[in-house]
């Protein structure tokens, strides 16, 4: 069987009926990038830059962020490879950054939040981005958008940035794609609004579950209501998916389950373009994939999404997956 996952390398994911989807990898580090290939990522739906940042002592030089973001793009060879700007706060702590205490860390200060304020820790991470656009297929992505509001502040910064190169020649990707995390809630709500402000979106449905559920996705104690199969977490995805097609954009995810094969067929039935997880769940997502058709994934989908319970979605999911697989 492992064997058989293997030779799945190479070839799309195509379902029966000849819809493909893109199946990307999640990377923390530029060491990931091995991986990916090897798991036969399409590309790279989420490159996490909050190494570049954690156990230090002071803000990582524009230099250091330009080699790891090239050594990327370089080693994709032309395929997407889609960079989040810094995701810190919440539950990561920079020492050489003042964060106060917070009563409610993951409703804090954080992310795009925290960019917006540091302009020039932000500028210097655009900055490099940009530049090692130059070297690759890259994308830029915000985190943590909640409103139309943050992604034109965050555009003004980028355009600032990029007059400053042009104005010394450095050479950036002039068409460079950006798109944010669809984390938060009231994101989800209003994407027909935010579909008109980017190139592109991807689901965090980590962030999206827990912000959507009320439940902190580390406690453990209340992990039974944290659930991807509940009706309103596959409605938005849906109000997501739908807003950005109706623009001519497409819709990644990055959260975990997009590497979840029990999901597979639902996310396939919403029209989810890009599928980003951890390499090693890739063969195993495309195999589920190929074995399937577009019209009965869209078929199901409509099925489970008159259910009413996130238990009895799964029990569908499930007995839709046993007979595909
Ligand atoms: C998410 O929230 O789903 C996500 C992919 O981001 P992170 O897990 O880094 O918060
Ligand atoms: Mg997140």
Known sequence: ??????????????????????????????????????????????????????????????????????????????????????????????????????????????????????????????????????????????????????????????????????????????NIKVGIMVEIPSAAVTADLLAKEVDFFSIGTNDLCQYTLAVDRMNERIKDYYKPFNPAILRLIKNVIDASHKEGIFTAMCGEMAGDPLTTVILLGLGLDEFSMSASSIPNIKNIIRNVSYEKAKEFTEMVLNMSTPDEIEEASRKILYDII
Not at 2 to 16: G, Q, S
Not at 97 to 102: A, D, G, T
């Open 1 to 174: 069987r492992v064997e058989k996952l293997k030779e799945l390398k190479d070839l799309p994911a195509v379902t029966t009926d000849g819809r493909q989807s893109m199946l990307a990898a999640n990377i923390g580090t530029p060491n990931d990038v091995e991986g990916a290939l090897k798991n036969g990522a399409e590309g790279i739906g989420l490159f996490r830059t909050e190494f570049l940042y954690m156990n230090r002592n002071d803000f990582p030089t524009e230099e250091e962020q330009f080699e790891a973001y090239k050594y990327v793009a370089e080693k994709m060879n032309g395929k997407p490879v889609t960079i989040r700007t810094l995701d810190i706060g919440g539950d990561k702590k920079l020492p050489y950054l003042n964060m106060p205490e917070e009563m409610n860390p993951f409703l804090g200060y954080r992310a795009i939040r925290l960019c917006l304020d540091e302009k020039e820790m932000f500028k210097t991470q655009l900055r490099a981005l940009l530049r090692a656009s130059a070297y690759g297929n890259i994308l830029i992505m915000y985190p943590m958008i909640s409103s139309v509001v943050e992604v034109r502040k965050a555009n003004e910064i980028l355009n600032e940035v990029k007059g400053e190169l042009d104005q010394k020649g450095i050479k950036y990707d002039k």
